[in-house]
Nanobody
Framework: QVHLVESGGDLVQAGGSLRLSCAASGNIFSINVMGWYRQAPGNERELVATIISTGSTNYADSVKGRFTISRDNARNTVYLQMNSLKPEDTAVYYC???????????????????WGQGTQVTVSS
């Protein structure tokens, strides 16, 4: 009932920049947490960054100072600006959204958690 569309993944040289986007659509009453995770081959999926409805952010230590997460609440969209990219940033990046569905008569419904399809980021050395 909630659909996420990601974009922005690409092949880039080390030191370069990319901007990922993730737009949520569907039966949404509210969104609390929006975030980005990544998974490299042979590794588990790991948290990259999250942002909550108040704008408070959280980052993995490995990306602090290089990545910036932001959101546009009117568009239900989250962004990840990635600067000073390193080869170890190579992974499939997944958007994750947590919120509440829209119920009858415009009232809040049950909680939901949705994942995007993933977008490939490759950083060459």
């Amino acid at each position: 009932q909630v659909h996420l569309v990601e974009s922005g993944g690409d092949l880039v040289q080390a030191g370069g920049s990319l901007r990922l986007s993730c737009a949520a659509s569907g039966n949404i009453f509210s969104i609390n947490v929006m975030g980005w995770y990544r998974q490299a081959p042979g590794n588990e999926r790991e948290l990259v960054a999250t942002i909550i409805s108040t704008g408070s952010t959280n980052y993995a230590d490995s990306v602090k100072g290089r990545f910036t997460i932001s959101r546009d609440n009117a568009r239900n969209t989250v962004y990840l600006q990635m600067n000073s990219l390193k080869p170890e940033d190579t992974a499939v990046y997944y958007c994750n959204v947590v919120g509440r569905l829209l119920a009858a008569w415009g009232t809040p419904g049950p909680d939901f958690r949705s994942w995007g399809q993933g977008t490939q980021v490759t950083v060459s050395s």
